[in-house]
């Protein structure tokens, strides 16, 4: 089992900037995958980037793409998620999650057998 905790949300005004990071703890040598996923009110919850635990394959949705960075730690069990040039619609709840494999060779896919956090806010005003 792997514990996830977010923290680093809070609110901004239009072209600022935020720091997510995710803490995972328990079982992380079992990690193979980290992902930051948001929802926003009366919306699906969508993918935002994904991070292999090694750090060296990421991937973004098209809507953060140059603005957000996702990284990895390697001295603690952690993974940030940059976010530059916010947007309001960019404010939702942002969730990170932690996964042991890779499902039919989606990167972007997790699924609710995998670890969740408790979500961060984020709040943008134009």
């Known amino acids: 089992q792997v514990q996830l905790v977010e923290s680093g949300g809070g609110s901004v005004q239009a072209g600022g900037s935020l720091r997510l990071s995710c803490a995972a703890s328990g079982r992380t040598f079992s990690i193979y995958r980290v992902g930051w996923f948001r929802q926003a009110p009366g919306k699906e919850r969508e993918f935002v980037a994904v991070i292999s635990w090694g750090g060296g394959t990421t991937d973004y949705a098209d809507s953060v793409k140059g603005r957000f960075t996702i990284s990895r730690d390697n001295g603690k069990n952690m993974v940030s998620l940059q976010m530059n040039s916010l947007k309001p619609e960019d404010a939702a709840v942002y969730y990170c999650?932690?996964?042991?494999?890779?499902?039919?060779?989606?990167?972007?896919?997790?699924?609710?057998?995998?670890?969740w956090g408790q979500g961060t806010q984020v709040t943008v005003s134009s």
């Open positions: 999650a932690a996964a042991d494999r890779v499902y039919a060779g989606n990167w972007r896919s997790f699924m609710s057998r995998d670890s």
